[in-house]
């Protein structure tokens, strides 16, 4: 009997220990998968960008202090940033990769035509962001600092645009200190996270100069791209 008990008692034990490893692995399995789903839910995957370079054809967008067109700096930037983007492994879609506007030449209001086919284009990408890019201006000529405005009705436009403002903040000579919610159709206009990225103002005498150096547009073109990628963390 007492061999007996011992047997069982064995058994009992052989059983137990199988049933604590399962449990063992259940917990290691479940505290794997959430942690897997909780990395899931953190990181957000991009594939595709729009770049939208802002103005284009009749529309010259703001005139700077010494006469630069912001419709051709806002192209050279974001030929640039398509270069950084692409040769990061995003697929880029231009808005406009010319100095054409998008309007038909027999729309009655060119302006209203030329923001609908941006939207089409947009639609028709279907991209994880998209990013606009302008040149600030205002009366005087004081105000200075690249500045990104989002859609407060979207937390992934204001995270983007969040992300990016940081990198400005780490990279960028005297930028505005936050971003900023904005009412404007190309940020609006579709569900996509969208940001409009305001380089900096033209109408500021030392800022147009730097914003029409190589070195300054490839460090705003770089923060964004990284900004791009913290977004994604
Ligand atoms: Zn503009």
Redesign the pocket.
């Known amino acids: 009997m007492k061999k007996f008990g011992k047997l069982t008692c064995f058994v009992i034990k052989k059983k137990y220990l199988i049933a604590t490893l399962f449990a063992v692995l259940f917990v290691i399995s479940s505290v794997g998968v959430f942690f897997i789903a909780k990395t899931a839910k953190a990181s957000t995957y991009i594939s595709t960008i729009v770049i939208d370079a ?2 284009g054809g009749i529309d010259g ?2 005139i700077g202090y010494s006469g630069t067109i ?2 051709d700096i ?1 192209l050279e930037y974001s030929k640039t940033l398509k270069s950084m983007c692409s040769e990061f492994g995003f697929k880029v879609v231009m808005t406009r990769s010319n100095d054409s506007g998008l309007y038909s030449p027999f729309a009655v209001n060119k302006k209203k035509d030329d923001m609908k086919k941006r939207k089409q284009i947009i639609e028709r990408a279907k991209p994880d962001i998209v990013i606009s890019i ?4 205002t009366k005087g000529n004081t105000s200075r600092g690249a500045q990104v405005f989002y859609n407060k009705e979207n937390e992934h436009s204001i995270k983007l645009a969040n992300s990016i403002q940081k990198q400005f903040q780490d990279k960028l000579i005297k930028p505005r200190k936050t971003s900023q919610s904005g009412d404007y159709y190309i940020i609006n206009c579709t569900p996509y996270p969208s940001v ?1 990225v ?1 380089c900096g103002f033209l109408s500021n005498k030392e800022e147009e100069k730097l914003l029409l150096t190589n070195d300054y547009k490839n460090n705003v073109c770089y923060s964004i791209l990284c900004g791009i990628i913290d977004y994604m963390v």
């Open positions: 802002g103005h967008g703001s912001e419709k806002n302008h040149m600030n201006s409009i305001e």
